[in-house]
C-alpha cells in the first residue's frame, strides 16, 4: 500500500527547554506535510542470529521497501508493549525478497513474526562512481550497517578497507580490516570515506580521523548518523534534528546519511 504523507506538526518556542540539544524552533507553527511517497507493508522476521553487537536478523518483505545503502525501514511487532517502531538498517544486498538487517534488534521479537514495515526512509550514501578505493569505518557502532556499500563496492571490483575497534567475524576475506587509529592512513588510501557512528560522536570521529577544527575532508566523505528517528520523516518532531552548514536538518528524512563537510560540531 502507497500513501501520501500528510500531517499537522506543531512546534513551540519552547520546545528547547524541554529537550536538551535540540534546535531553536520559531514561535509555533501549523506546517502542513503532504510530499513524499511512502509504502507501507506486511513483512516478517524469518531469522534471528546473535552476535557481537546484538541480535541481527533477516527480514521478508516486498520489493519495493528494499533499502538502498544507508537508508532504513520503520518496523513495528505485534507487541502492545512496543510503543515506538524500530527503525532496521540492512546490512547487506537483498537476496530476493529477503533482506539481512543490522543489529542491535529488539529482544522480544521472535524469528517467525509478522512486522509492519514502512519504507524505505532517509537519504543513503551515494559514492562517486569513479570510486575504486572505499574507506570504510564504524565508530561505536556496528559495523554491519556498512555490508550493503562493501557488497555494492566488491560488484564494482574497488577495493575496500574497514577501520573499527570491533572486527565483525563475517566478513569477505577480501575486504581489509584495521583498527580505527589508522583512520587517517585512510584519507591518503581512499577516493571515498563512508562512515557510522552516534549523533554525539562527530567531534571524536574528526579527531580520530585527524582533522582540525577548521580542516575539511579531502575526499568525498559520508556519515550515517546514528540516533533516534521515531516519526520516520511524518510529523518533524525535531527529535532526530541535526545541526548542519544548510541549518538544522532531520536524521529522519535529509539523511540519516550526511555529507561529513556539511555537519557542525561544537
Known amino acids: 500500500m502507497v500513501f501520501y504523507r500528510f500531517c499537522v506538526s506543531l512546534v513551540h518556542e519552547d520546545f528547547t527547554t524541554v529537550t536538551s540539544g535540540m534546535p531553536p524552533f520559531f514561535p509555533t507553527t501549523v506546517k502542513l506535510i503532504y510530499n513524499n511517497l511512502m509504502a507501507h507493508a506486511s513483512g516478517s522476521l524469518i531469522e534471528?542470529?546473535?552476535?557481537?553487537?546484538?541480535?541481527a536478523g533477516r527480514i521478508e518483505c516486498p520489493a519495493n521497501l528494499h533499502p538502498a545503502p544507508?537508508?532504513?525501514?520503520?518496523?513495528?511487532?505485534?507487541?502492545?508493549?512496543?510503543?515506538?517502531?524500530v527503525p532496521l538498517f540492512p546490512a547487506g544486498l537483498p537476496e530476493g525478497p529477503e533482506v539481512p538487517i543490522a543489529p542491535p534488534l529488539p529482544s522480544h521479537w521472535t524469528a517467525g513474526g509478522p512486522l509492519q514495515l514502512r519504507g524505505p526512509l532517509g537519504r543513503?550514501?551515494?559514492?562517486?562512481?569513479?570510486?575504486?578505493?572505499?574507506?570504510?569505518?564504524?565508530?561505536?557502532?556496528?559495523?554491519?550497517?556498512?555490508?550493503?556499500?562493501?557488497?555494492?563496492?566488491?560488484?564494482?571490483?574497488?577495493?575496500?578497507?574497514?577501520?573499527?575497534?570491533?572486527?565483525?567475524?563475517?566478513?569477505p576475506a577480501e575486504v581489509e580490516i584495521s583498527p580505527l587509529d589508522l583512520l587517517p592512513e585512510a584519507l591518503a588510501w581512499a577516493d571515498y570515506l563512508a562512515a557510522v557512528f552516534p549523533r554525539e560522536s562527530l567531534a571524536n570521529f574528526r579527531r580520530l580521523a585527524g582533522?582540525?577544527?577548521f580542516d575539511r575532508f579531502a575526499i568525498p566523505a559520508q556519515a550515517l548518523l546514528l540516533g533516534p528517528m521515531p516519526c520516520g520523516g511524518i510529523a518533524e518532531c525535531?527529535?532526530?534534528?541535526?545541526?548542519?552548514?544548510?541549518?538544522?536538518?532531520?536524521?529522519c528524512s535529509d539523511g540519516p546519511v550526511f555529507d561529513l563537510n556539511n555537519l557542525e560540531f561544537e
Do not use: I, K
Open 70 to 85: 544507508g537508508q532504513y525501514l520503520l518496523a513495528s511487532s505485534p507487541d502492545p508493549t512496543e510503543t515506538l517502531p
Open 238 to 251: 525535531g527529535v532526530c534534528a541535526v545541526r548542519t552548514t544548510r541549518g538544522w536538518q532531520h536524521a
Open 211 to 213: 582533522l582540525g577544527l
Open 48 to 55: 534471528l542470529r546473535l552476535t557481537s553487537s546484538g541480535l
Open 124 to 171: 543513503g550514501f551515494s559514492p562517486p562512481s569513479t570510486t575504486r578505493r572505499f574507506a570504510l569505518a564504524a565508530l561505536q557502532a556496528p559495523a554491519d550497517v556498512l555490508f550493503p556499500l562493501c557488497e555494492q563496492a566488491m560488484r564494482q571490483n574497488a577495493s575496500v578497507a574497514l577501520y573499527t575497534a570491533s572486527p565483525p567475524s563475517d566478513l
